[in-house]
């Protein structure tokens, strides 16, 4: 199909802030957690630098970075997982107009991915919740390609599953890490606003084929 004046034949979605309003559970969760530790503050792009890692590899960074050596990884997952599994499976909504765009694109017979750096414990339920599970041919998580999206593995692994190029495919990212990763491998990106990465605009738009701020632009 035409799309943005291109031929593609594969959708790889984000999750987090591209198809969910999930941004203001996690900065309340980074708020209480570097309070327990002595903080007023969540540091300055802590959440841009660990939001698209995986939970195993964003604490062990924050561990490292802030000098947290009375904590585990596998404390500090425990405690991420414990204030944010309530939310993803009861609270957290679908952005505006995602249904219909994920409807759009199967209504065009397009194969949908899911490329998520998120817990499965997490967003399984979450997906199910908000009826969107059964629109994915696919959903890979970063632990499966045991790579961040500062690495293009989790979008080549897609790739190569539908055997389909990279330039007939096209990225739904809100991070300015995703867009980068997946420009630069070759494929077309579509930046989604989100409140989480403000500060980095305006490199997002470089990054981006498209950049937008409401799906409702790609459904006129």
């Known amino acids: ?28 969760i980074d708020e209480d957690f570097f309070a327990k ?18 939970l195993e590899k964003g604490a062990k960074l924050t561990i490292e970075k802030y000098g947290f050596t009375n904590d585990t990884i596998e404390g500090i997952i425990k ?5 944010s599994i309530y939310q993803y499976a009861h609270e957290i909504p679908l952005k505006e107009y995602a249904k219909e765009i994920l409807d759009y694109f199967k209504s065009q017979g397009i194969p949908l991915a899911l490329a998520t750096a998120n817990d499965k414990e997490l967003y399984e339920p979450c997906l199910k919740r908000l009826g969107i599970e059964k629109y994915f041919d696919l959903i890979v998580d970063v632990d499966k390609v045991h790579e961040g ?33 997946a420009k630069n491998d070759g494929y077309i990106t579509v930046g989604v606003d989100d409140n989480s990465s403000k500060s980095s605009l305006q490199e997002k738009r470089k990054m981006s084929y498209k950049y937008i701020s409401s799906f409702k632009e790609l459904l006129k």
Do not use: C
């Not at 530790?37 to 995986?54: A, L, N, S, W």
């Not at 999206?149 to 007939?168: A, G, L, M, Q, V």
């Open 37 to 54: 530790r002595g903080f007023d503050y969540v540091p300055k792009d802590y959440q841009e630098m660990i939001i698209h890692t995986g």
């Open 79 to 83: 405690e991420w997982r414990d204030a």
């Open 149 to 181: 999206k500062s690495s293009p593995r989790i979008f080549n692994f897609i790739n190569e599953y539908f055997n389909i190029s990279k330039d007939k495919t096209v990225v739904f990212e809100d991070s300015l890490m995703g867009l980068t990763t």
């Open 1 to 28: 199909m035409k799309f943005l004046g291109k031929d593609i034949e594969l959708v790889i979605f984000d999750m987090d802030g591209t198809l969910i309003d999930s941004v203001g559970i996690w900065t309340k």
